[in-house]
Structures are given as C-alpha cells and as structure tokens.
C-alpha cells in the first residue's frame, strides 16, 4: 500500500483560495435605466404627447372654425352687450390673391344704446377662408361701462359679429402641438433604447 494520502476530485465549480470570483455577463448590476423602465417612460410619454397634440389640434381648429360666438348678419345687426365686453366686426367677399386687401373701417358704422357712433378700431387684422368665402375684419368695438344694445350696420353687405381674436390662446395651442409632437418624438426614442437594451 501507499503511504501517499489520496486526494479527492476537485469540483471545478470551487473557487480556488484568493481567486477572486468573476461575475458572468449580465449577472453584475446595471448602470444604466433597464430596458423594462425604458418602455414605461416611452409609453407615458408617449400619452401625454398626444393628450397634448389633440389638445392644440383642437383647440386650434375651435379657435378658427368656433361658431359659437359668432352672429352672422346681412347689412346690419344689432346686439346687447355688458358693460366693456368687445366684438370684432367681419364682413364676406370673394377669395383675394392680395393678403393686405382688407375693407377700410367706415365700411361698416356702430351705433351705440344713445344712438351715438361708437368708435371702431382696426387692430388687429384678422381673415378666414371658408368654401371660396373670405371673411376680413373691419374693426373691433367695445361697449361702454353701462352695457346695452349697440347697432352694427354695413352698407348691406353679409357680415358677422365675432368675439376679438384670442391671441394668447392661438399661442397656447401652438405651443401644445409643438410640445405634444416634441413628447411623441422622445417616447420614439425610448422605445428605440428600451428595444436595443432587451
């Protein structure tokens, strides 16, 4: 017999003594935004990008088209307003190549509740285009502290009384498409990430 002491099979799984252990790829923890986390900011993104989309597109398109506020006349109107509300005089006429070409302000005449005239301003220039029908402005007037019936008339011409044009509103919606557009592109490019990170 040998006096040698047997040794016994060395699992290969075992690490050798002051071996250091070696992570196995993907085993180690990430430095970066997994791609599950990815994925959930891509799809929140991408709602609230066309939440905000639709709500410009819209809002735009009521701003432009809205009725509602809108009292169509031919030859003259006449209309009982608040004290200090405002109304924005149109009148229709053919499509023009000339984009300046707008009717002068005595086109059309406002006669307060005393039947005195009331002043027309011609700020700011507004048109809109509808089946072959150009609508321009003539002016804007705004009733006095007391209120009352004011009477529109334009030399029997079609026309229409509008609320003034909501500028701060136009620029909302223009900010909301470009914000909505601006999300969807982001939630695009998560999406890209989270996919080439899977």
């Known amino acids: 017999m040998s006096n040698q002491y047997r040794r016994g099979p ?16 993907g085993t180690g923890r990430s430095k970066t935004a997994p791609a599950s986390l ?58 023009s190549d000339n984009d300046d070409e707008y009717p002068p302000v005595d086109t059309c005449r406002v006669l307060g509740p ?9 700020q700011p220039r507004s048109k809109m285009t509808n089946t072959g029908v150009t609508s321009r402005t003539v002016g804007t007037f705004q009733a006095g502290p007391a209120g009352g019936e004011y009477t529109v008339e334009c030399d029997g011409q079609q026309g229409r009384l509008t ?30 990430r989270a996919r080439r990170r899977s």
């Open 10 to 25: 060395v699992r290969p799984t075992d690490p050798q003594p002051g071996t250091p252990r070696m992570l196995q790829p």
């Open 38 to 95: 990815l994925r959930i900011l891509g799809i929140l993104a991408l709602v609230a990008g066309v939440a905000l989309l639709s709500f410009g597109v819209l809002n735009l398109v009521r701003h432009l088209t809205d009725d509602v506020h809108s009292q169509r006349f031919s030859g003259s109107v006449s209309v009982v307003l608040a004290g200090g509300e405002e109304r924005t005089v149109w009148v229709e006429g053919p499509t």
């Open 114 to 122: 005393d039947e005195q005239p009331v002043t027309l301003s011609v």
């Open 163 to 192: 609320d003034p044009p909501d500028i701060a509103g136009l620029i909302k919606s223009a900010l909301s498409i470009v914000g909505g557009f601006l999300l969807i592109l982001w939630s695009v490019f998560l999406f890209s």
